[in-house]
């Protein structure tokens, strides 16, 4: 293969030691020698040995992605004037079964960058770094809230209590007054049930938590309900505070946030998280839609052999940005538009309403839609426009195809008018004494001819 990249290096990180390979012309022509170093990851050595490769020579780095391992050294070279620092993914370079060993992972890594053929990770300039770890503690915090509030629903079933089999959530105004007058020595159900608020004020429902509230709650079930509404509360300040620093850091964001929220099912949360993990201009650093998508893990399964279609699954990456857009595909179809007709037309082709499983798949589906909305709202920088909910109907109408398919031979020549003439047929049923495209004219009709004019 070509070699592209004089000298190269290439970097195996750890999380106490890192190895370099270093690439560069041999002693005699048309021959290439590899030079190994071992150094450890305590800052000032890795700016150090950035400064080595510099003294040899070297103009791109590539190592594999490591974690939090990697960031270290990556800043560490960035210190340095490299053309290029690369953090690649460790699936595109698979060491071979039987030649695993450090120094073989840095030299094959430096092989590959010197004939091109890696192509680096999205890495956020450290503004939006620093976005990203704010939202990725919120979403943390917001996760271990979450999980002292099942500590709290087991502690009241343990004491008989059917709270939750009547509030949707335990954790409201309403529910947690009882839980307080619970912990107070209360002990009567009826007294519990009318500190219900809202639409749990119905006869029905407040007969249903007089029942749920009676059970054997005893001291120790109250101590317990104390700790944990006190860690549930101090969750609760805390995401408030992440909220407020989340806020201020993507101030100089706010255009495409504010175009973010235009899209059905994002909120101001999932906007924080788009900008945090994929940045306000992803168009920038993904050259097409379906890149993005791939590199979320939002991309439809692609498995096939022999002709024949096997079953596939979206991957384990977008940890963050993926289970956020799932989020907001739930929100999404429950609003008339585009969406929610696009998510029933999936479900009745996935299995109808009754399976599970179609309803997991298409709302996957839509998520992967809404990340393409979302790649071209801030593209374009336009906020998004409701299509309605009878855009596929739309769609086959054969006027509007006509119409479409007319655009398509404008985008093929380009700045020159296209004129279409459509002959009649022998039996020619349209409106207008026209055979419309896909509309099956019979034979003997006179054939549909475009012209692209220079003038």
Excluded at 134 to 159: F, H, I, M, N, W
Excluded at 254 to 262: D, I, P, R, S, Y
Excluded at 300 to 313: F, L, M, V
Excluded at 333 to 360: C, D, H, S, T, W
Aim: with cysteine; glycine share 8%; charged share 25%.
């Amino acid at each position: 293969m070509k070699v592209l990249h004089e000298r190269v290096a290439g970097i195996d990180v750890h999380k106490k030691m890192i190895k370099v390979a270093i690439r560069s012309p041999g002693a005699k022509k048309w021959t290439r020698k590899t030079e190994i170093l071992t150094f450890t990851t305590f800052y000032g050595v890795l700016r150090e040995m950035a400064r080595e490769l510099r003294r040899r020579g070297v103009t791109h780095v590539v190592m594999e992605s490591s974690g939090i391992y990697t960031d270290p050294v990556y800043y560490a070279l960035r210190e340095e004037d490299f053309t290029e620092v690369l953090v690649v993914n460790p699936a595109h370079v698979k060491a071979i079964k039987g030649q695993k060993t450090d120094a073989k992972d840095c030299g094959r890594l430096a092989e590959l960058l010197e004939c091109g053929l890696l192509q680096g990770s999205y890495i956020p300039p450290l503004p939006l770094k620093e976005v990203r770890d704010l939202a990725r503690y919120r979403c943390k915090t917001v996760q271990a809230r979450t999980s002292e509030v099942q500590r709290l629903d087991k502690s009241l079933e343990s004491a008989g209590i059917k709270l939750s089999s009547v509030a949707s959530d335990i954790t409201g105004t309403g529910p947690t007054a009882m839980i307080e007058a619970l912990i107070d020595g209360e002990r009567r159900g009826e007294v519990m049930a009318d500190l219900a608020r809202g639409r749990a004020r119905t006869a029905a429902k407040l007969a249903d938590l007089s029942m749920a509230l009676e059970g054997r709650f005893t001291e120790h079930h109250a101590l317990m309900c104390r700790l944990i509404l006190d860690r549930v509360a101090a969750y609760d300040t805390a995401v408030a505070d992440l909220d407020d620093r989340i806020r201020s850091a993507v101030a100089p964001w706010q255009q495409q946030v504010a175009l973010l929220v235009t899209i059905p099912g994002f909120g101001e949360v999932t906007a924080w998280t788009w900008i945090a993990e994929i940045g306000p201009a992803p168009h920038q650093w993904f050259g097409s839609k379906e890149k993005l998508a791939c590199w979320t893990s939002l991309a439809p399964g692609n498995h096939i052999s022999a002709g024949k279609r096997k079953h596939s699954r979206t991957g384990d990456a977008g940890t963050y940005i993926k289970p956020a857009l799932v989020q907001a595909a739930w929100a999404a179809i429950r609003v008339p538009g585009r969406l929610q007709a696009r998510y029933n037309r999936l479900v009745r082709r996935f299995g109808g309403e009754k399976n599970p499983g179609a309803k997991k798949k298409a709302i996957v589906a839509i998520a992967h839609t809404l990340l393409k909305i979302a790649y071209s709202v801030l593209k374009s920088g336009k906020p998004y426009q409701e299509p309605g909910e009878d855009f596929y109907t739309r769609r086959r109408n054969p006027r509007n195809r006509q119409a479409w398919l007319e655009a398509e031979l404008r985008k093929l020549h380009p700045g020159r008018p296209v004129t279409v003439i459509i002959g009649p047929g022998d039996d020619d049923s349209s409106p207008d004494g026209c055979s419309l495209p896909g509309s099956g004219s019979p034979p003997g009709s006179k054939p549909l001819t475009a012209t692209a004019s220079s003038g």
